[in-house]
């Protein structure tokens, strides 16, 4: 593992050093480390491209498919203004731009917008000046600016038999097919990799260059891992003569893809999509430490958006919400995606930040840690207490962020006293069949659906046949009038579904489909009323239990399904008490008894002279710290030589 860390500190120092390149603003780091000589030249270009983790803004977590011409330059004239200095330089429009329809989600019919090639370009009624024009105004702004694609080519090209542009006649339908079909988005079919298919992604790759694009984020493609077209992509981006940085999504790639994927990407998802909820940020631990070791100049393991600010546009974009995150769980997150190099793209509307955003995107301490920081790691891991650690490379300073993940700040429900819990449902075990006693005077029941502590990827759960058994043994399926209510706060889609799956599709489980039930996503909480039935009891609750079809068979798919006699919210919550977290300065390398001054990198107050594991601050359940620390005089070890230091940001 420490092989793995010099190799990273190398690469990066010879990096930085042999291109020259550096973000808008900040200086290039002038360092030597002892008898290091940087890369050798063998590194494929698109690394170059990439220096340090990308710093930007995308469109998805405030407008979702909706981001029209207008709000892409807005925010890239607030980023000019406010925030190009600090290293934020890309402007990235996410999903669906090639369609008519401004909405908040996957509008079904839509509008689509190709040219003659079977390409899709963008609707002049969301983007009356085209692409060409949009990126000319942000490079003048000195930014750059980056799209999102799905994987394959788009239906309405095949059905049409729309010509492939160079492949003389070759029509988009011989190209693709309906195998491997996204499950949430069925825009487009898959490319079929052979030298007409090829001819198909360096078409649209030349067209993007036409553009100006310098970043392209491709989703449906990370997991389940498409090596073929991510290796069609690549080349394709290499053909096109123009320095386009490869994003893959969505998450959480598998990490037996780990030694591959990093030899076509610049970047790539850890995890599916985050939203500001805590049970998806305290998810990221465990999958950074996974990854951290695959992280290096060029190619970063991806955390995802920063879901905080102005989120969720109406479509209208008149009403919007701010972030769900407590202010320390936001600190949390800036913190954990800047000591482990995730990529920064800030994901609120930019112009509606107030000015707690905006200092959390202008720490210059911790954009330099994210930026330039060597030798990430977890240091310790122990009771809901975690410290990652890094090394500036032409300082020789230290950086250390220490996490409280202990307490309940933040969650909405209690998992205790279930009537009856499930095992774990996930293809190795799609169903479970469930039944429970409803005893007299009860009026109520709550079904929840929760993510069996592993994150909610792809959950998509089915309660089958729910319906209430009568006294009589007739049985009474659930309507919708049944619902008193239902939370999907911490679900991705903020929605249930009587009588069809998710995509309004039909209800599957396990190869067999079902006309009644409820589909929701984990974590959803569905309160049922017990209903009156004129001289009958209710005696019991039955259900089927399981994995719907429209997650597609993906292997992060895990759920648990709870039955409660009461409303579990709010019960029995854990109290929010601070507690010590120890950070320990002989695993950062520091001798034993080595005095250090210890900094705090948001308030820049300087704490004391410390030594050891004395440094052991209170935090506050969800709450982390972020510290610089300084030896009193140089050690061996660590030795950094620094020629004509300059600041890492200025």
């Known amino acids: ?43 494929p270009a698109y690394r170059k491209w990439a220096l340090t983790p990308p710093m930007g803004w995308n469109s998805w977590d405030c407008f979702n498919a909706g ?12 980023m000019r203004d406010h925030l190009k200095e600090y290293g934020w330089e890309y402007i990235v429009l996410d999903i669906r731009w090639y369609v008519a329809e401004s909405a908040n989600y996957y509008i079904q019919p839509a509008t689509y917008s190709l040219d003659e090639w079977g390409r899709y370009v963008p609707p002049t009624v969301r983007f009356p000046n085209g692409f060409k024009s949009m990126a ?23 059905h049409r038999k729309l010509p492939v542009k160079g492949a003389n006649g070759v029509t988009c339908d011989q190209i693709s097919n309906n195998e491997m079909e996204c499950p949430w988005l069925q825009d487009n079919y898959k490319v079929i990799n052979n030298e007409n298919g090829q001819l198909y992604y360096n078409s649209i790759f030349d067209l993007y260059a036409e553009w100006g694009v310098d970043f392209v984020k491709v989703d449906d493609i990370s997991r389940p891992f498409h090596e073929d077209e991510i290796q069609m992509v690549r080349e394709a981006i290499d053909r096109s003569g123009r320095p386009i940085v490869l994003s893959l999504s969505p998450g959480k790639t598998d990490l037996q893809y780990a030694d591959k994927v990093g030899n076509y990407a610049n970047m790539w998802r850890m995890t599916d999509d985050l939203w500001d909820r805590w049970k998806d940020i305290y998810a990221i631990f465990e999958r950074a430490r996974k990854w951290a070791p695959y992280c290096r100049p060029g190619c970063y393991p991806d955390a995802d958006m920063i879901p905080i600010g102005a989120l969720d546009y109406a479509s209208d974009f008149t009403s919007h919400r701010y972030s769900k995150l407590t202010d320390n769980e936001q600190k949390t997150l800036m913190n954990l995606w800047g000591v482990i190099h995730s990529p920064l793209m800030f994901g609120g509307n930019l112009p509606a930040n107030t000015e707690k955003e905006l200092q959390l995107m202008t720490n210059r301490d911790l954009i330099a840690m994210n930026q330039y920081g060597v030798d990430a790691r977890e240091i310790y891991n122990e009771s809901g207490k975690v410290v990652w650690a890094s090394m500036n490379p032409a300082t020789g300073e230290h950086y250390a962020c220490l996490f409280n993940l202990k307490g309940s700040a933040g969650e909405k429900y209690s998992t205790e006293g279930a009537t009856h819990t499930t095992q774990v449902i996930a293809y190795t075990l799609p169903y479970e069949d469930v039944e429970i006693n409803i005893p007299t005077g009860i ?21 089958i046949n729910a319906r209430f058994v009568l006294d009589n043994g007739d049985e009474v399926f659930i309507t919708e009038d049944d619902i008193i209510h239902y939370d999907v706060d911490d679900s991705f889609y903020k929605y249930i579904k009587i009588n069809k799956n998710l995509f309004d599709g039909a209800l599957k489980v396990a190869g067999t489909e079902y006309f009644n039930g409820i589909a929701c996503h984990a974590h959803t909480r569905v309160n049922l009323r017990v209903p009156p039935i004129a001289g009958r009891q209710v005696v019991k609750f039955k259900s089927r239990c399981g994995v719907d079809a429209s997650a597609g068979g993906n292997n992060a798919t895990s759920m648990r399904f709870m039955i409660f006699l009461f409303d579990p919210t709010g019960n029995e919550l854990m109290p929010n008490s601070a507690v010590p977290v120890a950070l320990p300065l002989t695993e950062l390398g520091f001798s034993p008894n080595q005095e250090c001054r210890i900094t705090d990198g948001w308030s820049k107050e300087v704490l004391g002279v410390y030594k050891n594991d004395e440094f052991r601050p209170e935090l506050e359940a969800h709450q982390s710290g972020f510290y610089i620390i300084t030896p009193k005089q140089e050690t061996a070890i660590n030795k950094v030589t620094v020629s004509k230091q300059s600041e890492i940001i200025k």
């Open 136 to 158: 000319d105004k942000i490079h003048a702004m000195g930014l750059k600016f980056g799209i999102h694609i799905m994987r394959g080519l788009p239906k309405e090209a095949a």
């Open 443 to 463: 009026n109520q029941i709550t079904l929840l659906c929760d993510d069996a502590e592993d994150g909610n990827d792809y959950d998509h759960g089915d309660w």
């Open 67 to 78: 981001a029209t011409e207008t709000q892409i330059l807005q925010n890239a004239e607030y």
């Open 1 to 43: 593992m420490k092989k793995m860390f010099a190799v990273f500190t190398i690469a990066l120092l010879g990096l930085i050093l042999a291109s020259g390149l550096c973000h808008a603003g900040n200086p290039i780091i002038n360092a030597e480390l002892d008898n290091v000589k940087g890369q050798d030249g063998s590194e």
